[in-house]
Protein backbone atom coordinates (compact mmCIF):
# COMPACT_ATOMS: atom_id res chain seq x y z
CA UNK A 1 0.00 0.00 0.00
CA UNK A 2 1.33 3.52 -1.05
CA UNK A 3 1.31 6.07 1.34
CA UNK A 4 1.01 9.76 0.51
CA UNK A 5 2.13 12.11 3.04
CA UNK A 6 1.27 16.07 2.34
CA UNK A 7 3.66 19.18 2.41
CA UNK A 8 1.27 21.87 4.11
CA UNK A 9 -1.02 23.44 1.65
CA UNK A 10 -1.23 20.65 -0.60
CA UNK A 11 -4.02 18.39 1.38
CA UNK A 12 -6.82 18.62 -0.92
CA UNK A 13 -4.85 17.41 -3.89
CA UNK A 14 -3.04 14.97 -2.20
CA UNK A 15 -6.76 13.39 -1.42
CA UNK A 16 -7.72 13.92 -4.38
CA UNK A 17 -4.38 12.09 -5.66
CA UNK A 18 -4.81 9.29 -3.20
CA UNK A 19 -8.64 8.84 -3.89
CA UNK A 20 -7.67 7.97 -7.30
CA UNK A 21 -4.63 6.17 -6.64
CA UNK A 22 -6.29 3.92 -3.91
CA UNK A 23 -3.48 5.26 -1.36
CA UNK A 24 -3.45 6.08 1.71
CA UNK A 25 -2.72 10.12 3.08
CA UNK A 26 -0.76 11.62 5.80
CA UNK A 27 0.11 14.98 6.63
CA UNK A 28 3.30 15.94 7.08
CA UNK A 29 4.06 18.43 9.69
CA UNK A 30 6.71 21.59 9.49
CA UNK A 31 7.23 23.71 12.35
CA UNK A 32 9.60 26.51 12.01
CA UNK A 33 11.48 28.06 14.78
CA UNK A 34 12.31 31.61 15.55
CA UNK A 35 16.25 30.87 14.50
CA UNK A 36 14.48 29.81 10.76
CA UNK A 37 15.42 26.02 11.29
CA UNK A 38 12.69 23.61 10.44
CA UNK A 39 11.71 20.41 12.33
CA UNK A 40 9.49 18.29 10.01
CA UNK A 41 7.13 14.98 11.81
CA UNK A 42 6.10 12.50 9.83
CA UNK A 43 2.70 10.32 10.74
CA UNK A 44 4.38 6.92 11.56
CA UNK A 45 3.16 3.32 10.08
CA UNK A 46 5.68 3.96 7.08
CA UNK A 47 7.25 0.40 7.72
CA UNK A 48 7.25 -1.58 4.18
CA UNK A 49 5.27 0.71 3.02
CA UNK A 50 5.95 2.88 -0.72
CA UNK A 51 5.86 6.51 0.17
CA UNK A 52 5.02 8.97 -2.04
CA UNK A 53 5.85 13.01 -0.51
CA UNK A 54 3.69 15.80 -2.44
CA UNK A 55 4.96 18.96 -2.27
CA UNK A 56 4.70 22.19 -4.53
CA UNK A 57 8.23 24.10 -5.22
CA UNK A 58 6.95 27.51 -5.54
CA UNK A 59 9.05 29.09 -2.84
CA UNK A 60 12.15 26.21 -3.37
CA UNK A 61 14.85 27.07 -0.24
CA UNK A 62 12.26 27.12 2.94
CA UNK A 63 11.43 23.75 1.46
CA UNK A 64 14.57 22.01 0.86
CA UNK A 65 16.10 20.43 3.29
CA UNK A 66 12.40 19.93 4.71
CA UNK A 67 12.37 17.93 2.19
CA UNK A 68 15.66 16.00 2.12
CA UNK A 69 14.62 15.58 6.00
CA UNK A 70 11.04 13.81 5.36
CA UNK A 71 12.82 11.41 2.78
CA UNK A 72 15.61 10.18 5.34
CA UNK A 73 13.07 10.39 8.25
CA UNK A 74 10.37 7.81 5.99
CA UNK A 75 13.16 5.87 5.13
CA UNK A 76 14.46 5.43 8.51
CA UNK A 77 10.98 4.77 9.53
CA UNK A 78 11.31 1.25 7.27
CA UNK A 79 9.89 2.99 3.74
CA UNK A 80 10.31 0.89 0.49
CA UNK A 81 10.71 3.32 -1.65
CA UNK A 82 10.13 7.06 -1.07
CA UNK A 83 9.43 9.52 -4.20
CA UNK A 84 8.27 13.07 -4.81
CA UNK A 85 5.51 14.14 -6.61
CA UNK A 86 6.11 18.02 -7.09
CA UNK A 87 3.77 19.31 -9.19
CA UNK A 88 5.68 22.71 -9.81
CA UNK A 89 9.53 21.95 -10.01
CA UNK A 90 11.52 24.80 -9.17
CA UNK A 91 15.34 25.48 -10.47
CA UNK A 92 14.91 24.73 -14.07
CA UNK A 93 15.35 27.78 -15.69
CA UNK A 94 19.23 27.96 -14.66
CA UNK A 95 20.61 25.49 -17.26
CA UNK A 96 23.83 27.27 -18.51
CA UNK A 97 26.17 29.42 -17.04
CA UNK A 98 25.41 33.19 -18.88
CA UNK A 99 28.27 34.97 -17.03
CA UNK A 100 31.73 33.59 -15.31
CA UNK A 101 30.88 32.68 -11.67
CA UNK A 102 27.36 31.47 -12.10
CA UNK A 103 25.58 28.25 -10.29
CA UNK A 104 24.26 26.31 -12.86
CA UNK A 105 21.04 25.22 -10.78
CA UNK A 106 19.25 23.06 -13.11
CA UNK A 107 21.51 20.12 -12.09
CA UNK A 108 22.63 20.79 -9.03
CA UNK A 109 19.11 20.88 -7.91
CA UNK A 110 18.27 17.95 -9.87
CA UNK A 111 21.33 15.99 -7.94
CA UNK A 112 20.03 17.44 -4.65
CA UNK A 113 16.74 15.89 -5.06
CA UNK A 114 18.02 12.51 -6.44
CA UNK A 115 20.38 12.26 -3.36
CA UNK A 116 16.90 11.36 -1.15
CA UNK A 117 14.30 10.50 -3.50
CA UNK A 118 13.76 7.18 -5.43
CA UNK A 119 11.71 8.66 -7.95
CA UNK A 120 9.95 11.99 -9.45
CA UNK A 121 6.82 12.80 -10.64
CA UNK A 122 6.70 16.73 -11.96
CA UNK A 123 3.98 18.82 -14.28
CA UNK A 124 5.25 20.49 -17.38
CA UNK A 125 8.49 21.84 -15.77
CA UNK A 126 10.24 25.25 -17.21
CA UNK A 127 12.28 23.51 -19.67
CA UNK A 128 14.13 25.55 -22.12
CA UNK A 129 17.56 23.94 -23.67
CA UNK A 130 17.10 20.87 -21.82
CA UNK A 131 15.10 18.33 -23.58
CA UNK A 132 14.06 16.18 -21.32
CA UNK A 133 13.85 15.15 -17.39
CA UNK A 134 15.99 12.45 -18.03
CA UNK A 135 18.67 14.13 -19.41
CA UNK A 136 19.21 15.61 -15.74
CA UNK A 137 18.03 12.88 -13.35
CA UNK A 138 19.67 9.53 -12.84
CA UNK A 139 16.25 8.46 -11.11
CA UNK A 140 12.91 7.34 -12.65
CA UNK A 141 11.04 10.40 -13.79
CA UNK A 142 7.33 11.29 -15.48
CA UNK A 143 6.55 14.46 -16.70
CA UNK A 144 3.05 15.12 -17.41
CA UNK A 145 2.29 17.16 -19.76
CA UNK A 146 -0.56 19.43 -19.16
CA UNK A 147 -1.64 20.26 -22.83
CA UNK A 148 -4.96 17.85 -22.91
CA UNK A 149 -5.98 19.37 -19.99
CA UNK A 150 -5.95 22.72 -21.04
CA UNK A 151 -7.52 21.84 -24.10
CA UNK A 152 -10.54 20.33 -22.13
CA UNK A 153 -11.39 23.19 -20.24
CA UNK A 154 -10.81 25.70 -22.97
CA UNK A 155 -12.71 23.78 -25.65
CA UNK A 156 -15.85 23.33 -22.73
CA UNK A 157 -15.71 26.87 -21.48
CA UNK A 158 -14.52 29.57 -24.16
CA UNK A 159 -16.08 27.36 -27.60
CA UNK A 160 -15.09 31.31 -29.69
CA UNK A 161 -11.03 30.92 -28.22
CA UNK A 162 -8.16 32.22 -30.37
CA UNK A 163 -4.96 30.79 -28.33
CA UNK A 164 -2.14 33.27 -28.15
CA UNK A 165 1.40 31.93 -27.42
CA UNK A 166 3.29 34.26 -24.93
CA UNK A 167 6.65 33.85 -27.55
CA UNK A 168 8.20 31.96 -30.19
CA UNK A 169 9.15 28.95 -28.17
CA UNK A 170 6.11 28.23 -26.94
CA UNK A 171 4.84 28.10 -30.10
CA UNK A 172 4.92 23.93 -30.23
CA UNK A 173 3.24 23.68 -26.90
CA UNK A 174 0.22 26.54 -27.68
CA UNK A 175 -0.21 24.43 -31.25
CA UNK A 176 -0.33 20.82 -29.63
CA UNK A 177 -3.48 22.77 -27.40
CA UNK A 178 -5.04 24.48 -30.29
CA UNK A 179 -5.33 21.30 -32.08
CA UNK A 180 -6.84 19.65 -29.05
CA UNK A 181 -9.36 22.16 -28.37
CA UNK A 182 -10.00 22.41 -32.60
CA UNK A 183 -9.06 26.18 -31.95
CA UNK A 184 -6.71 28.69 -34.17
CA UNK A 185 -3.48 30.48 -32.59
CA UNK A 186 -1.10 32.82 -33.21
CA UNK A 187 1.94 33.20 -31.32
CA UNK A 188 3.33 37.12 -29.55
CA UNK A 189 6.05 38.69 -30.07
CA UNK A 190 8.09 39.08 -26.59
CA UNK A 191 11.51 40.87 -25.75
CA UNK A 192 12.54 40.86 -21.99
CA UNK A 193 15.62 43.24 -20.79
CA UNK A 194 15.23 42.63 -16.91
CA UNK A 195 12.96 40.53 -14.51
CA UNK A 196 10.22 42.75 -14.77
CA UNK A 197 10.64 44.35 -18.07
CA UNK A 198 8.85 42.82 -21.05
CA UNK A 199 7.66 44.30 -24.50
CA UNK A 200 5.02 42.35 -26.16
CA UNK A 201 3.47 42.86 -29.48
CA UNK A 202 0.61 41.27 -30.93
CA UNK A 203 0.33 39.72 -34.58
CA UNK A 204 -2.58 41.63 -36.80
CA UNK A 205 -5.38 38.84 -36.81
CA UNK A 206 -9.22 39.01 -37.65
CA UNK A 207 -10.01 36.54 -35.83
CA UNK A 208 -8.60 37.81 -32.45
CA UNK A 209 -11.36 40.84 -33.31
CA UNK A 210 -14.24 38.09 -33.98
CA UNK A 211 -13.18 35.49 -31.26
CA UNK A 212 -12.17 35.35 -27.31
CA UNK A 213 -8.32 35.68 -26.69
CA UNK A 214 -6.69 33.19 -24.76
CA UNK A 215 -3.10 33.77 -23.36
CA UNK A 216 -1.52 30.66 -23.10
CA UNK A 217 1.63 30.39 -20.06
CA UNK A 218 3.35 28.06 -18.74
CA UNK A 219 4.02 30.25 -15.20
CA UNK A 220 3.17 33.14 -14.41
CA UNK A 221 5.59 35.06 -11.82
CA UNK A 222 5.74 38.37 -11.83
CA UNK A 223 2.88 38.43 -14.93
CA UNK A 224 4.29 40.95 -16.92
CA UNK A 225 4.17 39.15 -19.89
CA UNK A 226 0.47 38.44 -19.23
CA UNK A 227 -0.24 42.26 -18.72
CA UNK A 228 1.50 43.66 -21.52
CA UNK A 229 -0.31 41.10 -23.96
CA UNK A 230 -3.79 42.13 -21.85
CA UNK A 231 -2.74 45.47 -23.01
CA UNK A 232 -2.18 45.90 -26.18
CA UNK A 233 -4.95 43.21 -27.11
CA UNK A 234 -7.41 46.03 -25.29
CA UNK A 235 -5.78 48.76 -27.54
CA UNK A 236 -6.27 46.54 -30.91
CA UNK A 237 -10.39 46.60 -29.71
CA UNK A 238 -10.51 42.71 -28.58
CA UNK A 239 -12.93 41.82 -26.43
CA UNK A 240 -11.42 41.34 -22.62
CA UNK A 241 -8.51 37.99 -22.46
CA UNK A 242 -8.69 35.05 -20.63
CA UNK A 243 -5.30 34.10 -19.27
CA UNK A 244 -4.98 30.14 -19.26
CA UNK A 245 -1.33 29.15 -17.18
CA UNK A 246 0.15 26.01 -15.81
CA UNK A 247 2.08 27.24 -12.14
CA UNK A 248 -0.04 30.04 -10.23
CA UNK A 249 3.57 31.53 -8.97
CA UNK A 250 2.03 35.03 -8.86
CA UNK A 251 4.51 36.88 -6.66
CA UNK A 252 3.47 39.43 -4.84
CA UNK A 253 0.65 41.25 -6.44
CA UNK A 254 0.67 40.04 -10.05
CA UNK A 255 -2.46 37.92 -10.05
CA UNK A 256 -4.31 41.35 -8.78
CA UNK A 257 -2.08 43.43 -11.38
CA UNK A 258 -3.21 40.93 -14.03
CA UNK A 259 -7.27 41.41 -13.46
CA UNK A 260 -6.14 44.87 -13.04
CA UNK A 261 -5.07 45.13 -16.57
CA UNK A 262 -8.17 43.51 -18.24
CA UNK A 263 -8.24 39.67 -18.15
CA UNK A 264 -11.66 38.70 -18.41
CA UNK A 265 -10.21 35.56 -15.79
CA UNK A 266 -7.32 33.88 -14.52
CA UNK A 267 -7.08 30.28 -14.82
CA UNK A 268 -4.48 28.06 -13.74
CA UNK A 269 -3.93 24.09 -12.74
CA UNK A 270 -3.96 22.99 -9.73
CA UNK A 271 0.26 22.86 -9.46
CA UNK A 272 0.62 25.60 -6.70
CA UNK A 273 -2.40 25.93 -4.72
CA UNK A 274 -4.16 29.25 -5.48
CA UNK A 275 -7.40 31.16 -6.06
CA UNK A 276 -7.43 30.70 -9.78
CA UNK A 277 -6.67 27.19 -9.56
CA UNK A 278 -9.91 25.45 -12.39
CA UNK A 279 -7.90 22.53 -14.14
CA UNK A 280 -7.25 19.20 -11.78
CA UNK A 281 -3.93 17.84 -11.97
CA UNK A 282 -4.75 15.23 -9.87
CA UNK A 283 -6.17 11.90 -12.69
CA UNK A 284 -2.63 12.55 -14.32
CA UNK A 285 -0.44 12.90 -11.23
CA UNK A 286 -2.02 9.51 -9.63
CA UNK A 287 -1.28 7.55 -13.21
CA UNK A 288 1.97 9.08 -13.42
CA UNK A 289 2.70 7.90 -9.61
CA UNK A 290 1.53 4.55 -9.99
CA UNK A 291 3.79 3.77 -12.62
CA UNK A 292 6.60 4.73 -11.11
CA UNK A 293 5.59 2.83 -7.61
CA UNK A 294 7.05 -0.36 -6.44
CA UNK A 295 9.97 -2.51 -8.56
CA UNK A 296 13.26 -2.04 -6.29
CA UNK A 297 14.87 0.87 -5.10
CA UNK A 298 17.33 2.39 -7.85
CA UNK A 299 20.97 1.47 -6.80
CA UNK A 300 22.25 5.00 -5.50
CA UNK A 301 25.42 6.94 -6.66
CA UNK A 302 27.13 9.87 -6.32
CA UNK A 303 28.41 11.24 -9.57
CA UNK A 304 30.06 14.71 -10.62
CA UNK A 305 27.58 16.17 -12.98
CA UNK A 306 28.79 18.52 -15.98
CA UNK A 307 28.60 21.86 -15.96
CA UNK A 308 28.95 23.86 -18.75
Not at 90 to 109: I, K
Not at 254 to 271: C, E, K, M, P, W
Request: proline share 7%.
Amino acid sequence: MTRILAFPGMMPLCEAIAALAGAQVGELDLHRFPDGESLVTLPGDLAGKDVAVLATLREPDPLALPLRFAAETAREMGARRVGLIAPYLAYMRQDRRFAEGQAVSAPLFAGFLEESFDWLVTADPHLHRIQSLEDLFDIPVRRIETAPLLAGWIAANVPDAVLLGPDSESRQWVAEVARLADRPYEVLEKRRSGDRSVEVSIPHSEALLAGTPVILDDIASSGRTLIQAIQRLLATGTRPPICVVIHAVFAGDAHTDILSAGAARVVTTDSIPHASNAVSLAQVLADAARDLQGGNPPIRRAAARTIR
